[in-house]
């Protein structure tokens, strides 16, 4: 393999080189890279025929129930590289009852809200950052709605790297207050998301920091790759029918179509593929509209408004490559509005004591509804993705007391 060096790896990766994921040009992979020369995200490539040859499911099965289990689908060349807080594999919680009341087929949710800092941030950034720690960086700089930069301070921090995140000034308050915990430099910015990408870009050269922004770096997306791989390894290798994804940069619907065509590659899955669903909320829904219009790439959504930051992205930079999994998957692309939000959020809650984050409710609310229009049928078995623990978020405030100096009239209690 080219660029390695035998004493110092101890168990072999398979990267052959980077690629230009809108024109295919190759790069060298084991050097910083950012975006590719036309100004799109980068994709690692793999030797998947040696990495066939090297690892099998039963050899799987004996590993640590953590997503480094994929080491040979990873990108990290050597483990004293691996950045970890403790990646564990996250569990599928069937969800009976919502089955039941909707009458759809067989529905899990996959809660991401079990990963090290609350979120599914934790896999790319977990990656990005053990990435720039061999590659020799040691100044990070991150926009974010939120989790993306508290993902990056735990990981940055845990490798002693110093860490700037700007956020925009709507960001949810425990996030930015996570961030400033963990030892990151954080900022509110008076604008979205792309004006705190534009100030992390143009910081670059006077500050040198690396970017670390979703796609333009290669490594977050191989990190959001393993929700893909461990799917289909907690499917038996048997992938769902259908997963609904909450969609703001897109990088885990892009990496989990990715996982697939590599998990084909080497054999262990057949051409099926789960339907992609984008879910996106009504007030920022650039994917969906474009997806609408047959186009190629999506417009800039102006005046971006919903209570789920984690999709309020008005533009994505691998807009095209969201677009791309969704219609090679015979997938779809639906907006839910906040009302259905956060109707799904507290129904979940109530009927499977699953308490989702905002994100993960849209995705509950897109099910619902695109099983009430029959673009989902009745006999699909659907995965949602839960993509932080609910106890992040700002919840609907309790206003029932009781006065322990009176009587208690307990045959009220249950009508509240
Ligand atoms: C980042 C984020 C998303 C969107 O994920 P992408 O892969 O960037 O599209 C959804 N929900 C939450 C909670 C997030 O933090």
Request: proline letters at 6%; glycine letters at 10%.
């Amino acid at each position: 393999m080219a660029g390695m060096d035998n004493t110092t790896v101890e168990r072999p990766t398979f990267v052959t080189h980077l690629e230009c994921s809108m024109t295919g040009e190759r790069y060298a992979a084991d050097v910083v890279q950012g975006l590719s020369r036309e100004g799109r995200p980068l994709l690692v490539r793999y030797d998947l025929k040696l990495l066939a040859n090297s690892l099998s499911k039963v050899e799987l099965l004996k590993r640590p129930a953590d997503f480094w289990r994929y080491r040979e689908f990873l990108p990290v060349r050597q483990t004293k590289n691996i950045v970890t807080l403790g990646e564990v594999t996250t569990p599928l919680q069937p969800v009976s009852r919502v089955q039941e009341l909707l009458g759809g087929g067989p529905v899990v949710v996959k809660d991401e809200g079990r990963l090290p800092t609350g979120s599914f941030k934790a896999r790319g950034l977990a990656l990005a950052v053990s990435m720039a720690k061999e590659l020799g960086l040691d100044k990070l700089a991150i926009p974010t709605n939120g989790n993306a930069g508290a993902a990056m301070a735990a990981y940055g921090r845990r490798a002693g790297m110093e860490v700037f995140v700007f956020c925009p000034e709507d960001t949810p308050e425990t996030n930015l207050r996570e961030i400033a915990m963990q030892g990151a430099r954080v900022w509110r910015v008076n604008g979205l998301i792309h004006d705190c990408g534009r100030i992390a870009r143009e910081g670059v050269d006077p500050m040198g920091w690396f970017d670390v922004s979703t796609l333009k770096e290669p490594y977050r997306i191989e990190g959001k790759k393993t929700m893909g791989l461990e799917l289909a390894e907690q499917f038996d290798w048997q992938l769902p029918d259908v997963i609904f994804y909450p969609t703001g940069g897109g990088t885990g619907l892009i990496g989990m179509v990715k996982a697939f065509d590599e998990l084909e590659a080497i054999g262990w899955i057949g051409p099926k593929r789960p339907r992609m669903v984008a879910v996106q909320a009504s007030g920022c829904a650039p994917i969906v509209k474009a997806w609408e219009e047959g186009a190629e790439h999506a417009r800039v959504w102006e005046n971006a408004h919903t209570m789920a930051a984690g999709i309020r992205v008005p533009a994505a930079l691998g807009d095209f490559l969201i677009l791309k999994g969704v219609r090679s998957t015979n997938g779809l692309a639906t907006a839910v509005d906040d009302d259905a939000i956060e109707e799904a959020w507290a129904e979940m809650a109530d009927l499977e004591g699953i308490l989702l984050c905002p994100e993960g409710a849209a995705t509950y609310a897109a099910y619902k509804k695109e099983l009430a229009s029959g673009r989902v049928g009745a006999g699909e078995s659907v995965v949602l993705f839960n993509c932080a623990t609910g106890l992040k978020y700002e919840m609907p405030p309790v206003t029932a007391a009781l006065d322990c100096h009176q009587p208690v009239d307990y045959t009220v209690l249950g009508e509240s």
